[in-house]
C-alpha cells in the first residue's frame, strides 16, 4: 500500500501526506451525501462530527484531533461559565493557541515546499468557535442596535456538547472550509428554517463544482512547472527587465491562485451535495436554487476584479464574510463611519490567522493599502462628468488592481522578510508606491459631491 501510495503521488508531484490529505478531502464528497440519509438529528450530529474526527485521523494521524480539542473545549467552557466574556475569552484564546501551532509546526514553510499538516484544519475551526462564542454572548443583548447579522445569528440557548461537536467537524468540512454559522447548522441539522420543506436536487451543482475542479487542478499542474516559485531566488530571474519581471510576477500569483480554486471547489461541492450550502430561491420568475453558503471564491470575479473593493467579495468569500462580522463591523465606533484603521485592523488579524511569517504580514497591509487606493479611483470614477472619462477610469482601477494585487500576493508565496523584499525591489516597489500616491491625491483631487435636488415645493 505504502509502495502504490508513494506512486501515486509522484505521479502527480505531490507528497505522499499531500496525496493523503487529498483523498481524504475528496472523501468529504461521499460523506456529505451520506448525511442525508441518516435518522434523527441526534444522529446526525453524531455522524457529522465522528466522520469529520476520522477523516482528520486519516488524513493528518492522530494528534490532529487532540490539537482540535485545545480550541473546542476552550469555547464551549467560556461559552458555559462565562456567557458574557466568552466571545473575547475564546477570540483571544483560541488564537493564541492557533498563533502556537503555526510556530511550532513552521506550517507556512511547510505549506511553501509541498507539505501538509492539521494547522490549516485548525485555521477553519478557529473561526467556527469564535463565532459561535461570540453570537451565544450576543445573545444576552436586546435586539435594538444591534447589526443585522448579530440579530440574526445570535444564539439565546447554548448548544448542547452534541450539537457543538457536529458544527465543529461536520463531514470535514473543518479541512479548507466554508466557515459557517452555528445557527444555520442546526436548523439543516434539525431540518428547519428554509430546510424544513423540500430541498432542491444539488446534483447539478455539484458536478459543476467538480467540473471546475477538475479545470483548475488541470491548469495548476500545467503552469506549476513553468511558473515556479523558485524562480525569485535564482539569477536568472534578476537578468530580466522591468516588464519580464514583472510579467513573472503576474504569472506567479495568477498560477498559484488555481490551486486554491482547485480546493475551494471540492469543499463546494461537498457543501452542496450535502444541503447545508442551499440559501434559498432566487427572486427571478422561474425561482432558482441558490447555493451561496458553499461558495468560498469567484474565479472570474477574482480574475476580472474591476476594483480591489471587490476582491474580498469574491475570494475566500466565507472568511472575508467572517472578518467583516466579527472583527470590522465591531472596530466601528457607535455613531461613526468606517475608516483606513478599521481595514488594517481586519487586515491584520487575517495576517495573524494565517501566520506569523513576515510575507503573510506586508501582504495583508499592501491589500490594506490596495483596497484605500482604489477606493479613491472609484470616487474619481463616479464624479467623472462624461462617459468616456468613466470609462477610462473604470479601466485603470482594472489595471491598477491586477498590478497590485499579483505584486503584493509575491510576499504571501514566499513568506520570508528577505525574499518579500527582493522581489519587491526588483520592480521598484511599483506596488507599494501607486496605491500611497493614489491615497495622497485622494486628499488633493476631491470629486465634489452630487448635489441633492431640493423637494419641489407642493402647488
Not at 485548525?122 to 469564535?130: C, G, P, R
Not at 498590478?403 to 523584499?421: A, D, P
Request: some cysteine.
Amino acid at each position: 500500500m505504502g509502495l502504490e501510495m508513494e506512486a501515486m503521488a509522484a505521479s502527480i508531484g505531490v507528497s505522499v501526506p499531500v496525496l493523503r490529505f487529498l483523498l481524504c478531502f475528496a472523501a468529504t464528497i461521499p460523506t456529505g451525501l451520506l448525511w442525508r440519509a441518516v435518522p434523527g438529528a441526534t444522529g446526525r450530529h453524531l455522524y457529522a462530527g465522528l466522520t469529520g474526527a476520522a477523516l482528520s485521523y486519516l488524513s493528518f494521524g492522530a494528534t490532529s484531533n487532540l490539537l482540535f480539542v485545545g480550541p473546542m473545549a476552550l469555547g464551549y467552557l467560556a461559552m458555559l461559565l462565562c456567557r458574557r466574556r466568552a466571545g473575547l475569552i475564546t477570540f483571544l484564546g483560541a488564537f493564541g493557541f492557533l498563533i502556537a501551532c503555526h510556530v511550532s509546526y513552521m506550517s507556512g514553510d511547510a505549506w511553501k515546499e509541498g507539505g501538509i499538516d492539521a494547522t490549516g484544519a485548525l485555521m477553519v475551526l478557529t473561526l467556527k468557535v469564535i463565532s459561535c462564542a461570540i453570537n451565544y454572548s450576543d445573545g444576552l443583548l436586546e435586539e435594538e442596535g444591534l447589526r443585522d447579522a448579530q440579530k440574526k445569528y445570535r444564539l439565546t440557548k447554548l448548544p448542547s456538547p452534541v450539537e457543538y461537536f457536529g458544527y465543529c467537524l461536520c463531514c470535514g468540512s473543518h479541512f479548507a472550509g466554508p466557515v459557517y454559522e452555528m445557527k444555520d447548522y442546526l436548523e439543516w441539522t434539525e431540518r428547519k428554517g428554509i430546510w424544513a420543506s423540500p430541498t432542491p436536487s444539488p446534483l447539478l451543482p455539484t458536478l459543476r463544482a467538480l467540473v471546475q475542479a477538475g479545470i483548475c487542478m488541470g491548469l495548476y499542474l500545467y503552469l506549476s512547472p513553468k511558473f515556479p516559485l523558485s524562480r525569485f531566488s535564482e539569477p536568472l530571474y534578476y537578468e530580466w527587465g522591468f516588464w519580464h519581471r514583472l510579467f513573472y510576477q503576474y504569472m506567479s500569483g495568477f498560477t498559484a491562485r488555481w490551486k486554491y480554486y482547485f480546493i475551494w471547489s471540492i469543499s463546494e461541492a461537498a457543501i452542496i451535495i450535502s444541503g447545508l450550502g442551499f440559501t434559498g430561491w432566487s427572486d427571478s420568475s422561474p425561482p432558482k436554487a441558490k447555493w451561496d453558503r458553499a461558495k468560498n471564491v469567484d474565479v472570474l470575479g477574482v480574475e476580472l476584479a474591476g476594483s480591489a473593493v471587490q476582491l474580498p467579495l469574491v475570494w475566500n468569500i466565507q472568511v472575508s464574510t467572517w472578518l467583516r462580522y466579527y472583527v470590522y463591523e465591531r472596530l466601528i465606533q457607535k455613531g461613526k463611519k468606517p475608516g483606513f484603521l478599521q481595514l488594517l485592523g481586519t487586515q491584520t488579524v487575517s495576517a495573524i490567522w494565517h501566520g506569523l511569517y513576515p510575507g503573510y504580514i506586508i501582504f495583508f497591509v499592501q491589500s490594506a493599502l490596495m483596497i484605500n487606493g482604489s477606493r479613491v479611483i472609484y470616487r474619481w470614477q463616479q464624479a467623472a462628468s462624461n462617459s468616456v472619462l468613466r470609462t477610462i477610469l473604470a479601466f485603470l482601477n482594472f489595471a491598477y488592481t491586477l498590478l497590485v494585487l499579483n505584486y503584493s500576493c509575491i510576499g504571501f508565496q514566499v513568506l520570508s522578510f528577505k525574499e518579500t523584499l527582493a522581489s519587491y525591489q526588483s520592480v521598484y516597489y511599483v506596488g507599494t508606491i501607486v496605491p500611497i500616491v493614489c491615497v495622497l491625491l485622494g486628499y488633493v483631487i476631491k470629486p465634489a459631491r452630487p448635489v441633492k435636488p431640493k423637494a419641489r415645493k407642493a402647488e
